[in-house]
């Protein structure tokens, strides 16, 4: 039916990407400016500029410390530019050691040793120059598709989604998952509900305890916090036709398909088995995609059916409306219209091979809707009592 | 009559409606081989649920052949089914020690 290969970078530790980023990623909110500014004057370059990386709880501290190296580590990063103020808690050094293990140059700046802003922002476009020069030397090759780790999202879910867009991406996950590849499930909030249709499928008692014990770390936490009915969507959702947090549920574990739970890992955790993997990340979408990418995802696939136009600065992200409106209304930012399932205009599996076969292309460097429109929201889950609702 | 509902799974008591639906319209569709023929009670947004038969209060609202929770009230054949008459089980009370997860 499709090739199985994809055109793709072999980076210095064998890992494979599917872009060519040079990457300016402040480790504190005070650098922000200073890893902007860089990108204005060398707009070839992303840079990821967040609220974080300072008086954190040490739990929270590591975490950050973690993901903002796996962020780094993330194989669409060819080269990277960090950007400490010189005094944040989230230490530089840590994430630039997270970030070597790859073998990809990691270049290092510290606003308070350089002297101030105009400095750093000199020496950073200097940097940014010769990153680029060196990621230019890298070329496409054709790869196996079970190098491919696909996350998926769903964001402004609607009624439909978990009749048309969530069940096609979840063909399109198991052709992958047969393929050898690794496809993430996410959003632990939206397991509410279907959590028992997962961990019937979990590979072993193991990984089976630890996705319930998850969902009810998760369920807990929320009753902690008084959640009522109406917190525990969106308005958005509840205009679209969805009613209860398992109504929700119910339509988003269909990304994940019908293969096997392998794994389930940690927020921003590298999955070490190919297969369906599940993530622990909030419902909250950047902060989901945030953790999927610093998990060592190379793309997302992210289902809507009020339409969103989020992206994210090192993930190439595919948009699926789960209805023609949505699509017609924002065409924009929807790549797939899996609405065409609704009107049988195309079947759930031709949509998934539709869905798919995008994924391929997009591996291979087709732009994607959201890359097109720039956009690259980012942000990060803090691990604490005051985020863990969504 | 053109396609304007899904019904997604044979143990499912609500289907999700493929347009505006208007008051009294007339809905059919086959349910575990047997013909329901009946009018909206009520006007059903695109994307919204319809009750395909009598949900009594307090028992499970199915979609997807799952719970997607319970009834406040008694909803009838037709009418609307949203978060006026259904409420979530999920994420209300803290887990009691033991309670399974299993419905």
Same mark, same amino acid.
């Given at each position: ?22 990457v300016v990623l402040p480790m504190?909110?005070?650098a922000?400016?200073?890893a ?6 060398? !707009?070839?370059?992303v840079a990821i500029p967040h ?5 954190? &709880? ?10 903002l190296?796996?962020i780094g580590?993330?194989?669409?990063v060819?080269?990277i530019i960090l950007v ?8 530089m050094? &840590?994430v630039?050691?997270?970030i ?10 510290? =606003? ?29 090759? !054709? =790869? ?115 293969? @096997? ?27 989901? @995609? ?23 600065p ?22 797939? &219209? ?21 994924? =391929? ?17 980012f ?12 | ?35 329901? %023929? ?15 038969? %009598? ?18 009230? %008694? ?29």
């Amino acid at each position: 039916m499709m090739n199985n290969t994809f055109m793709g970078y072999v980076n210095p530790d064998g890992s494979v990407g599917i872009r060519n980023l040079v990457v300016v990623l402040p480790m504190v909110i005070c650098a922000n400016s200073v890893a902007q500014q860089i990108e204005k004057q060398v !707009p070839e370059v992303v840079a990821i500029p967040h609220t974080h990386g300072c008086t954190l &709880d040490p739990t929270s501290n590591q975490e950050m410390t973690e993901v903002l190296g796996g962020i780094g580590s993330n194989p669409n990063v060819a080269g990277i530019i960090l950007v400490a103020l010189g005094c944040e808690s989230v230490l530089m050094d &840590d994430v630039a050691k997270i970030i070597a293990r790859t073998k990809k140059p990691v270049e290092t700046l510290v =606003i308070q040793q350089l002297g101030g802003t105009k400095k750093t922002i000199a020496k950073g476009v200097k940097l940014a120059q010769a990153l680029l020069k060196e990621a230019a030397q890298r070329f496409r090759q !054709p =790869i196996p598709l079970s190098e491919l780790i696909v996350g998926t999202e769903c964001g402004g879910s609607d009624g439909y989604s978990g009749l048309s867009a969530n069940p096609a991406v979840g063909v399109a996950s198991d052709l992958h998952v047969d393929q050898g590849g690794t496809v993430i499930l996410s959003e632990i909030t939206e397991f509410l509900g279907a959590e028992t249709i997962l961990a019937d499928r979990c590979v072993n008692a193991d990984v089976r305890k630890q996705l319930l014990d998850l969902v009810a770390w998760t369920e807990q936490s929320l009753a902690r916090l008084g959640s009522s009915n109406v917190a525990d969507i969106t308005p958005g959702n509840m205009k679209g036709g969805l009613t209860t947090i398992e109504e929700k549920s119910l339509g988003c574990i269909k990304k994940g398909g019908s293969r @096997m739970v392998e794994e389930v890992v940690g927020y921003g955790v590298r999955p070490t088995k190919r297969g369906l993997v599940v993530m622990d990340t909030p419902g909250h979408d950047i902060e989901s @995609m945030t953790g999927i990418a610093a998990g060592g995802a190379h793309l997302i696939v992210f289902t809507t059916g009020r339409g969103t136009p989020t992206g994210s600065p090192i993930c190439p992200v595919i948009k699926v409306s789960s209805n023609t409106p949505c699509y017609l209304n924002m065409q924009d930012n929807i790549d797939v &219209d899996a609405g065409l399932v609704l009107s049988n205009k195309e079947s759930l599996a031709t949509m998934g091979e539709i869905i798919y076969r995008e994924i =391929i292309q997009v591996a291979s460097g087709k732009q994607t809707k959201a890359e097109l429109s720039q956009n690259r929201e980012f942000a990060l889950r803090r691990y604490g009592s005051d985020c863990i609702i969504y | 009559m053109g396609h304007i509902l899904i019904l997604d799974h044979a143990r499912d008591n609500v289907g999700v409606v493929l347009k505006d639906v208007e008051l009294g319209e007339r809905i059919t569709i086959l349910k575990n081989d047997e013909e329901l %023929d009946f009018k909206a009670s009520d006007r059903i947004p695109s994307g919204h649920k319809i009750a395909l038969m %009598d949900i009594p209060k307090d028992k499970p609202v199915m979609k997807y052949g799952y719970s997607i929770g319970s009834a406040t009230q %008694d909803i009838w054949q037709g009418q609307f089914v949203h978060a006026h008459n259904v409420t979530s089980m999920r994420g209300k009370e803290l887990l009691k020690e033991g309670s399974d997860h299993d419905e």
